[in-house]
C-alpha cells in the first residue's frame, strides 16, 4: 500500500488498515458527528459553482447521468416497464446524503423519486434550494423534494428510515468513515437498497485525481482531494459485510472517464472495478449493497 507525501509529490510505502478495523462500534444514538468541519467549509466556499459547466463541479455534472442510469438498471432494470414509464423512482423514497448542490436530487425526483437532500454545508443547501426553484417541474409530482441542512447521523436520531440511501462521492470526506457508513446503512430499511461511489487509494487514482487533476491541469483546487482518505473497492465491500448477515453487497463497478467522447462510463459487468480487473488500476467506483427483509 502506498501513502503520498504531497509536499515533495513522492510516493512512499505504509501500512494502512482496512477501514472497518479503523473505529469503534456505533451505538444506538450516535453521540459523535462524522463531519468533518474542514471538508464542509471547503465545499461551502464553492457552493455557488455546483451548477457552473466551466466550474469546478463539471466533471461531476457529467458523472451524473451513469450514476443515476445505474442506480435505475439496479432497482428496476434497464428494460422494465418501469424504466419505460419515465418514472421508475415512483413511490421510492430516497436519501441523498451529502447531496451539494443537488446535481443527483434533481435527477431523481424528475424520474419520481420522493427525494431528502441533505447536507452538512447551509451553503451547499441554500445553492440547491435555490437551483430547483428555477425549474418548476421539480414541484408538479409525482416526485417529491425535501432539501435540509442536517447530517447523516440527526437524521438517523430522528427515526427515519428510507428505501434507499444514496452516498455519492461523500465517504472520502468525512471522519470516521465506518462510522459514516454504519449510520447509512441504519437509515436504509428492511429490503432497502444502499448506494455508494468514491475513490480508490491506488497510485492510479493518485495519479489521476491529486497529481494530475488538482497539480497539473488545475481542474479543483489542491487540496480538494485527500488520497489517504480514498477506500478500495475490497475494504468497503468487507466493511459492510463486518454489519451481520442483513446486509449483501449485490454489485460493484468501475466508473472511467473516455477524454475522447469526455464520458463518464459505467463497467458493463458486475465485479469488473480496476482497469483489466486489477485492484492496483482501481480508480472510481460505484456500488449497491442490499438490506434484507426481516424474518
Known sequence: MLRCTLNNIRV????????????????NKPDFSTVNKAEVQKFSDKAAEWWDPSGEFSMLQLLNPPRVSYVRDQLVGKDSEAAKSGKPFKGIRMLDIGCGGGLLSESLVRLGGDVVGADASYDNIQMAKLHARKDPSLWRGPGKLEYRNTT?????????LFDVVL????IEHVD??????????????????????????TPVAYALTVLLAEKVLRMVHDGTHDWHKYIKSRELREAIESFGDEWDVKDVRGISWDPFS???????????????????????YIMRASRKLTQ
Request: charged share 25%; proline share 5%; glycine share 10%.
Open 12 to 27: 512512499q510505502p505504509i501500512r494502512v488498515q482496512p477501514i472497518y478495523r479503523l473505529y469503534t462500534t456505533l451505538n
Open 152 to 160: 447523516a447521523e440527526d437524521i438517523l436520531m430522528g427515526g427515519e
Open 167 to 170: 452516498a455519492m462521492e461523500i
Open 176 to 201: 470516521q468513515p465506518l462510522e459514516f457508513l454504519r449510520t447509512c446503512t441504519r437509515l436504509a430499511r428492511p429490503g432497502g437498497d444502499l448506494f455508494l461511489s468514491t475513490m480508490s487509494r
Open 262 to 284: 469526455r464520458q463518464w462510463k459505467i463497467a458493463e459487468r458486475n465485479g469488473v472495478v480496476g482497469i483489466g480487473g486489477y485492484e492496483s488500476l482501481e480508480i472510481n
